[in-house]
């Protein structure tokens, strides 16, 4: 970071779960705020209707996981550990998780659940956070959910509503000062690219890969990939990614699919961290094709260092 910027960077993780914010995007989060950015993760939900997932779990001293309030309190002990693991401030938005709907034909959502509120009345809590954080930089997942949960899919649709309202002074009044952020990204979990990588390099070192079925049916679906515009070198920070992970402990087996790369094999093969950017509000460099960014703030730093010289760019107070 360069000493002429006049505050620090900031930056914002929405997510819909908490253990989200520990499988995408989680190394990025704790690089930055290890680099002196403020980081924020923003999660949308309790987690409430999260099954136990992790066959070695036992439940913490005084706890149960029967009720909706038992495993809330449970995720937020989780989500607590994981924040102090990334190093990263953390903020809950208070919705109740909406439960991933199985079965043919699939059962409606439940009462009151995320997924069920209002754009406007989910976005509102959003927006007042942002006017708060002043973030130069949003993270959010794609217009899919980027896997088919209504809680993942109402993630993106507040953050793109936040990323485009909270600028705006005659949007959602009473909830602060608008601020409007410069950069809104969406996270990518698992690209055909980063699977096909791990995969050839664990069959290569005669280890059984998990992700041969994977990449076969993916194929045969010919799902499109959505862009992978950014990638930030993260490998330094993959243990606080783990540890992040093993903090979800309900939700994530220690011996399970998001261990199953050799550490050192990953990191030798997949040392990054992938972003699609999704819009900006900064000038930003030419890219020739198949060259990525490497930095979520690119055009955010210049255009700070720039702030109070007259040239700031919209969205920056000068
Ligand atoms: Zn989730």
Request: proline share 9%; with cysteine.
């Amino acid at each position: 970071m360069s000493t002429t910027e006049r505050e620090p960077l900031r930056l914002m993780a929405v997510h819909a779960h908490p253990d989200d914010e520990a499988s995408k995007g989680a190394a990025a989060t704790a690089k930055y705020a290890a680099d002196g950015v403020e980081v924020l993760v923003v999660t949308c939900t309790g987690g409430e209707r999260g099954d136990i997932l992790n066959p070695s779990f036992t439940l913490p001293e005084g706890h149960e996981f029967e009720t909706l309030e038992g495993r809330l309190a449970v995720r937020r002990l989780e989500m607590a550990r994981s924040a102090e693991a990334l190093g990263v401030r953390h903020a809950w938005l208070g919705f109740v998780d909406s439960g991933l709907p199985e079965g043919d034909p699939l059962p409606p959502l439940p009462e009151g659940c995320f997924g069920l509120v209002p754009l406007e009345e989910a976005s509102e809590p959003l927006v007042k956070l942002v006017r708060e954080f002043r973030p130069h930089v949003i993270t959010t997942y794609d217009p899919s959910g980027g896997y088919p949960h209504p809680d993942h899919i109402k993630c993106h649709d507040v953050s793109a509503e936040a990323f485009a309202a909270a600028g705006d002074p005659e949007r959602y009044p009473g909830t602060g000062e608008p601020w409007e952020p410069l950069k809104l990204y969406y996270n990518h979990g698992f690209s055909m690219d980063r699977l096909r990588a791990a995969h050839e390099a664990m069959t290569a070192a005669g280890l059984e890969s998990p992700f041969g079925d994977w990449i076969e049916s993916r194929d045969a679906r010919e799902i499109p990939e959505r862009q992978v515009t950014t990638l930030i070198p993260a490998a330094e920070y993959f243990a606080h990614r783990d540890e992040a992970l093993r903090a979800h402990a309900s939700q994530i087996d220690p011996q399970g699919f998001f261990f199953a790369v050799p550490r050192d094999l990953e990191a030798d093969v997949w040392p990054w961290e992938e972003y699609e950017l999704a819009e900006s509000r900064v000038p930003l460099p030419e890219r020739a094709p198949g060259e990525h960014e490497d930095d979520l703030f690119t055009g955010v730093r210049e255009a700070l260092a720039h702030q109070g010289d007259g040239r700031a760019p919209a969205g920056v107070p000068a």
